[in-house]
T-cell receptor, first 111, second 115 residues
Framework: DAKTTQPPSMDCAEGRAANLPCNHSTISGNEYVYWYRQIHSQGPQYIIHGLKNNETNEMASLIITEDRKSSTLILPHATLRDTAVYYCIVRVAGANSKLTFGKGITLSVRP | DSGVTQTPKHLITATGQRVTLRCSPRSGDLSVYWYQQSLDQGLQFLIQYYNGEERAKGNILERFSAQQFPDLHSELNLSSLELGDSALYFC??????????????FGEGSWLTVV
């Protein structure tokens, strides 16, 4: 699986959009971009994933650049409960494909 | 609630002992994954089973073993426990191939403390 690079931390104000960047310059054509988050010692929570088109669900939006070398997770209206470690993971979506977690980015939402 | 159930939630045991962690995957999911999370190592993949067969192995110690049963639940066995085995152990499951990419869902973990 291709590796990803995320800044170690960022913060944003409550109610504002949080834009979390991720670089994955060696991504292959059959690899998806997945985002998970972990709120202090809870199980990692699936947020969203995409292949090349932008995706949106009730939690977030995923914007993938045209060359697929980077992506941005957008939490449109961050709340204090969104404070967590966010992991950007690239993986082939097959039956044998595991998730390889890096260090992620720690998002702190301030009141 | 992800639908993945892990028991026990907390476990304290002594060095040298053996414990078994149990995982019930989401209904219909055939793949089960085990991960370990310790303070200094982050989330580490241990092993994956698919429909009862081992499919992938990560950094799993020889003292650790796992299996997936015909009803698809899985157990992770940890033996000759050492202080360094204290960690959160997560189980995850996923459905097989889905055109839009299969998603892995995690349980809430089992806290193991070795004293």
């Amino acid at each position: 699986d291709a590796k990803t690079t995320q800044p170690p931390s960022m913060d944003c104000a409550e109610g504002r959009a949080a834009n979390l960047p991720c670089n994955h310059s060696t991504i292959s054509g059959n690899e998806y971009v997945y985002w998970y988050r972990q709120i202090h010692s809870q199980g990692p929570q699936y947020i969203i994933h995409g292949l090349k088109n932008n995706e949106t669900n009730e939690m977030a939006s995923l914007i993938i650049t045209e060359d697929r070398k980077s992506s941005t997770l957008i939490l449109p209206h961050a709340t204090l409960r969104d404070t967590a470690v966010y992991y950007c993971i690239v993986r082939v979506a097959g039956a044998n494909s595991k998730l390889t977690f890096g260090k992620g980015i720690t998002l702190s939402v301030r009141p | 609630d992800s639908g993945v159930t892990q028991t026990p939630k907390h476990l304290i045991t002594a060095t040298g002992q053996r414990v078994t962690l149990r995982c019930s995957p989401r209904s219909g999911d055939l793949s089960v994954y085990w991960y370990q999370q310790s303070l200094d190592q982050g989330l580490q993949f241990l092993i994956q089973y698919y429909n009862g067969e081992e499919r992938a192995k990560g950094n799993i110690l020889e003292r650790f073993s796992a299996q997936q049963f015909p009803d698809l639940h899985s157990e992770l066995n940890l033996s000759s426990l050492e202080l360094g085995d204290s960690a959160l152990y997560f189980c995850a499951s996923s459905v097989l191939l889905v055109p839009s990419g299969n998603t892995i869902y995690f349980g809430e973990g089992s806290w193991l403390t070795v004293v």
